[in-house]
């Protein structure tokens, strides 16, 4: 396969829902994901890491806090913007949604 015939990269435009990010990861107890997104190249250049790390899990999740153990691999380059494939877990962000979308029990009446 040459280079004309690879299929072009797609990087993720706007974030996954909840409901996707649940369906995503439920084959994997850690809840892992990868997904590839676009940074602008000068942005890369002069940010550091947890500027990367909280851009990219924002631009996955929605959320600059969701990714955890994030990895990175560089898998091209188009009109200033590097793509980059990301992998992380989402495990405790969605157990952090869970508990905030339980309801609160009603106290019992005194009686």
């Known amino acids: ?3 004309s015939d690879t299929p072009p990269i797609r990087p ?3 974030p996954f829902t909840l409901q996707e990010l649940k369906d995503l990861t439920a084959k994997d107890e850690d809840r892992y994901l990868t997904a590839v997104v676009a940074v602008d190249f000068d942005d890369l250049i002069y940010n550091d890491i947890e500027w990367l790390n909280e851009g990219v899990s924002e631009l996955i999740t929605g959320s ?3 990714l955890e153990d994030i990895g990175f691999k560089p898998v091209g380059v188009a009109d200033g913007e590097i ?3 990301v992998t992380g877990s989402v495990l405790y962000w969605l157990e952090e949604q869970e508990e905030q979308d339980k309801p609160v029990a009603e106290p019992a ?3």
């Open 1 to 3: 396969m040459n280079d």
């Open 12 to 14: 993720l435009r706007k």
């Open 64 to 66: 600059g806090v969701a």
């Open 83 to 85: 793509y980059i494939e």
């Open 109 to 111: 009446p005194e009686d």
